[in-house]
């Protein structure tokens, strides 16, 4: 088979932090695959076919991409941020395994990007700066149980944890049952950043003690970053601040 | 104050990989601050002076970037991968914190990039395509006994986890000692990456069961991924296989 598939992470909205991989394979595709907003901030071109679909249609997006692939075309699928993580990579291999066995001989390039969490956490500092993880909210895949004992466990091992997939219409309640979670675990003033279309012209971003974090709106373009005891905060006297976890941390008593 | 210090995320290596914001900003910077194979990845430049620093003196670099930024200069501090991520923005901020008043003032910008474990990722495939989480092993900084109980939280609540600053000359014995931890927690067959220099010329990539990860040779080059017992591998029938976490978990039963 002639064709390929690229999956590129175009980065969290700023033009700037698209990396030259991705903009050459965007220049590469005969065919533009993903969610509509995605695909919307790759300027169009007369000569390239663009296949904007809904959220949630993660697989039939893959296979369509796929097919594409199959019949010789090459086919960009659009991530947000990184291609890896809660993104289309995956949705695109899970298609291969469980599609025509052809597939697995088509030429697949993973095209990485900038995440939402690095560019959030470049913005307030570094909260990044010890060990973290990212847990998506999201329940339509995976129980809410297991969303929950992942908190706990991360939580009480002191990871900072970077929050995706926080909030939409047909998910109103998570965020507020993960944040009540956490608070068994946080100290009240562990500061919570909420960000909100990171790097794009209506970015907006505020740092808040986690027990005041239920009263921040967030909709499905906000990310959520949770520090631990050791997450500073440095104020630089007009009102501003710098959150940051130092990389080193001393043994407990 | 006049000056400016940014800190660049570089990416992993390959210039494809590196944003035009951290391009910009190098070329901005009279100044280049960095560990040296760092700083020897930007061209030189006759107008740009360059401070090349050995590893492990991260406070002390730090500092200097911000007196050559309090004297009015404009400083690139260059780290590889996201600048957010085991690099020098935390650096940068406890030196701010616990040095000069006057720094809090100084313009700050942290410039994101695409990390290794991304790069790493997408170069296997997209093992982190559920919840993850990114430990350094290095126990210069924090207590070993809190490595281990990360590793063990994590790989217990079932997260990808990646590796950062595994081995070195001067900790020989560390990622032995968290594979060990892993196996306790983690099936026999659980699919471990171990990636040397992603991205580079000399880039090697290659993927083993957790039984048989002991036997790797690692530097301080290589990062190692630990899959879960979700994660799967699709083997491509010539011998190449790819590894991927799918984004949806079923219930246990």
């Excluded at 663009?50 to 697989?59: C, M, P, T, Y």
């Excluded at 291609?83 to 993973?110: C, H, K, N, P, Q």
């Excluded at 100290?187 to 794009?200: E, H, L």
């Excluded at 909709?219 to 130092?246: F, K, N, Q």
């Amino acid at each position: 088979m002639s064709g390929k598939v690229f999956v590129v992470g175009l980065g969290p909205g700023a033009p700037e932090m698209q990396t030259p991989q991705a903009s050459r394979a965007l220049d590469l595709a005969d065919d533009l695959v993903g969610y509509g907003p995605y695909v919307a901030r790759v300027p169009a071109r007369p000569d390239q076919r663009r296949h904007a679909s809904d959220n949630r249609e993660e697989i039939s997006r893959a296979r369509h991409a796929l097919e594409l692939a199959a019949a010789g075309r090459t086919v960009a699928v659009v991530s947000s941020g990184d291609a890896g993580v809660f993104a289309m990579a995956s949705a695109v291999f899970e298609a291969i395994e469980t599609g025509e066995t052809s597939w697995r001989s088509l030429d697949v390039e993973i095209v990485p990007g900038v995440s939402a969490m690095f560019a959030v956490a470049a913005r307030v500092g570094a909260p990044l700066g010890n060990d973290f993880c990212a847990i998506s909210l999201s329940d339509n895949l995976k129980p809410w149980d297991l969303v929950l004992s992942r908190l706990t466990a991360a939580a009480s091992a002191r990871f900072v944890i970077a929050l995706y997939n926080v909030q939409s219409r047909a998910r109103p309640w998570q965020l507020g049952a993960a944040l009540s979670t956490l608070r068994q675990v946080l100290p009240a003033d562990t500061p919570v950043v909420f960000a909100r279309a990171v790097s794009r012209e209506d970015e907006e971003i505020v740092i808040v003690d986690l027990a005041q974090a239920d009263r921040q709106p967030a909709d499905m373009r906000t990310l959520v970053m949770v520090g631990t005891e050791s997450t500073r905060r440095i104020d630089r006297g007009d009102g501003r601040a710098w959150l940051y976890t130092p990389r080193s941390i001393e043994k407990r008593s």
